[in-house]
């Protein structure tokens, strides 16, 4: 294309962005076509990837595609394998695109469609593409190494100590959430489970084929696309073939199974079971998402909700705080996600052939899970408001054991500002074949309406308890592909853990090795979940709570590692690039951990909990209440613990690098920059 009108493209896209969100900021009506949102996203996403993304790789990164990655120089057919680019963006889209981008935008919902838009395309673009992409890079650079190692080498052996530790709190926290939140969604679920289960011998045929018997990844694609087309489709008919029964499970048992999985997907080679089945779940990730926006376009839903609710003052009815931060700390991986870090240091850079795939891998990763947040948040506020809060209201919840409370939940949800009817609510359930649904809290059942909703405006109304329930699906795909992929990464940070304590356990080629760390962490992760699904006042809800928290400051710990090396690259000059978001994180973070702190309400603040139970129980009450009361005083006092914990050590984290900072800038500490010694890639010295 001639550059003048190449540059004339690009201004129009860029005016046609600009405006879209400047209209969906200033527009004053009562509702809003979801379109305006969806032509700022794509927008955004293209101008971003387009220019940010090149500026960042050419300018600031200055990747260098003669450079041999690990996956060469440390290749054993393990852990190290060259993967082809679009593999490995299928495993690294699949790894981090979890809950986050599906439950977090809808959660946020409740401050208006407005902010969380807004927080999406600023934090995604600007932010948590920078994020993946630097912490890439710098593993990529260092052999692969984790988050926690690199710190080590680059700061001091105190920083990467702390952020080990750190890490590995952080990490079997997230694991144990996404399980439980697997496990509520395939519990009795047959179509669900049995539709994943076979995603893993479909998996296993693609990864021997391609890497044993030669087969393209052309020809694999295709086969696993048919497969998975074929299983989606089976499990509507598990009834009928006198099958479903197989795979009609409790709780306990899919807990079981998450937690078999997690351990194998950890040992096996990388080829055979991980990257293929990532990359499999990746078709059916973003094919199903693009196919949610199509339906956005075709449909132009109009968004119900209001641009700001009055719940931006921290009294809402999902859940307690401010706009600020909870906002940025709910919203997580649609924008800027910690957990991404792990990912961008653990497995990805493990399989990259060449340095150039970080711009599409890293960052284009990133903005593409800014979409699917985007999508989510379009189907939240589609919602007529009061049946969102009425689903998503903690205090809807009585109604599922005590139908008769269902009239006083809509009152009170009515005179907050967002009408509901009991009748309109019995309607939606028997649409999509549901009981009630009242207090069906997280976010997952919300979007699976939104999304049954628009497809059904589209196709037709008839199949509307089939997308709903096809939505519930596809959220647990979409999160059990981060679960695998966590576990793995996780075993390499426990790895780098226990190599310092004796050396033999830090070798990832050592298969007795490599089976310790994956039992040790899979049990870390699964004795929470269990112990979660068994108790609802145990295990992995006791930490609940931490969860967004934990997720933002593994984020501010990543940015700490991309200004270091930022520094010592000789690139002071783009320090903003990092010194920006991870300023505005940390005081997001910091602030949002004080407030559940020390917040004097009991529902919000983790102190002032423990000692309302301390004094209901000091009171007196039946032995069952007290029972339950010293549970949840129990959970208020460990939250309390861990909260301040994980604060201490990011502070100390955080601190470490200023300093280390400081010393490099000023001169009074010499450049020391750990990269691998620079080996030319496969064939580099032909293309030269």
């Not at 709910?330 to 957990?339: H, V, Y």
């Amino acid at each position: 294309m001639p550059k003048p009108l190449s540059i004339l493209l690009w201004l129009a896209i860029s005016a046609l962005g600009a405006g879209s969100v400047a209209f969906t900021a200033f527009h004053k009506g009562e509702t809003i076509n979801a379109l305006w949102l969806v032509v700022a996203g794509v927008c955004s996403f293209a101008v971003a990837y387009r220019f940010y993304s090149k500026w960042l790789m050419t300018k600031v990164l200055v990747l260098d595609d003669q450079r041999a990655t690990p996956a060469h120089t440390k290749q054993d057919g393990k852990d190290f394998v060259p993967t082809n680019k679009w593999v490995v963006f299928g495993h690294h889209f699949a790894a981090i695109a979890g809950p986050g981008p599906l439950v977090g935008p809808v959660l946020a919902s409740q401050f208006g469609y407005l902010p969380g838009t807004l927080w999406i395309l600023i934090g995604a673009t600007l932010g948590g593409g920078v994020h993946d992409a630097i912490v890439m890079f710098a593993s990529i650079r260092r052999g692969g190494k984790s988050v926690g190692q690199m710190l080590k080498e680059e700061v001091n052996p105190v920083v990467g100590f702390v952020a080990m530790i750190s890490v590995l709190a952080i990490m079997t926290i997230l694991l144990a959430v996404l399980g439980l939140v697997v496990v509520k969604a395939l519990a009795e679920s047959p179509w669900g489970l049995f539709t994943i289960a076979m995603t893993i011998p479909l998996a296993l045929i693609m990864g021997f084929g391609h890497t044993i018997f030669k087969i393209s990844v052309k020809g694999v694609t295709i086969f696993g696309i048919i497969g998975l087309i074929a299983s989606v489709w089976g499990g509507h008919f598990l009834k009928e073939w006198g099958i479903e029964h197989y795979f009609d499970h409790n709780g306990e048992t899919i807990a079981w199974s998450i937690m078999i999985y997690g351990f194998a997907a950890s040992v096996l080679p990388v080829w055979m079971l991980l990257a293929p089945r990532d990359y499999l779940s990746t078709f059916m990730k973003i094919g199903t998402v693009a196919a949610l926006a199509i339906v956005v376009v075709w449909v132009a839903p109009e968004l119900k909700m209001p641009k700001i609710t009055k719940f931006v003052d921290g009294t809402g009815l999902v859940f307690l705080g401010s706009v600020f931060p909870f906002v940025f700390i709910t919203i997580a991986c649609g924008a800027i996600s910690g957990f991404h870090a792990l990912i961008s240091s653990g497995t990805t850079p493990k399989l990259l052939d060449r340095e150039e795939s970080i711009r599409s891998v890293a960052y284009g990763a990133m903005v593409t899970e800014m979409l699917v947040a985007l999508m989510a948040l379009v189907a939240a506020c589609a919602l007529l408001p009061g049946e969102y809060f009425a689903i998503n209201a903690a205090a809807a919840k009585v109604v599922q054991t005590d139908p008769s409370q269902a009239a006083a939940v809509t009152k009170m949800i009515t005179e907050a500002g967002f009408p509901v009817t009991v009748a309109g609510m019995d309607k939606l359930a028997a649409d999509i074949g549901e009981k009630t649904m009242f207090g069906r809290v997280g976010g997952a059942p919300t979007f699976a309406v939104g999304m049954a909703q628009m497809f059904s405006r589209a196709f037709g109304p008839a199949l509307m308890d089939f997308w709903y329930h096809f939505a519930i699906m596809f959220e647990a795909l979409f999160i059990l592909t981060t679960i695998d992929a966590g576990t793995r990464v996780g075993r390499f940070i426990l790895q780098d853990f226990l190599g310092g304590i004796w050396k033999p356990l830090g070798n990832t080629r050592s298969l007795p090795s490599n089976v310790f760390a994956s039992a040790v962490l899979v049990g870390a992760w699964g004795y929470f979940l269990y112990q979660g699904v068994v108790d609802p006042l145990g295990g992995i809800n006791t930490l609940w709570p931490l969860f967004g928290i934990a997720n933002q400051l593994l984020a501010v710990i990543a940015f700490c590692l991309g200004t270091t090396i930022l520094i010592k690259m000789g690139k002071a000059r783009y320090l903003l690039v990092t010194v920006i978001p991870l300023l505005f994180l940390m005081s997001a973070t910091f602030s949002a951990g004080y407030i559940k702190l020390f917040d004097a309400n009991p529902k919000m603040g983790f102190i002032s909990g423990a000692k309302f139970y301390d004094d209901k129980i000091a009171a007196g009450g039946t032995e069952k209440e007290l029972a339950e009361w010293g549970a949840q005083q129990f959970n208020f006092n460990v939250d309390t613990v861990v909260t301040a914990f994980f604060l201490l050590a990011v502070a100390i984290i955080f601190l470490g690098c200023l300093l280390e900072w400081i010393k490099l800038l000023s001169g009074s500490k010499k450049v020391v920059l750990n990269e691998d010694p620079y080996v030319a890639a496969p064939n580099a010295a032909d293309a030269a």
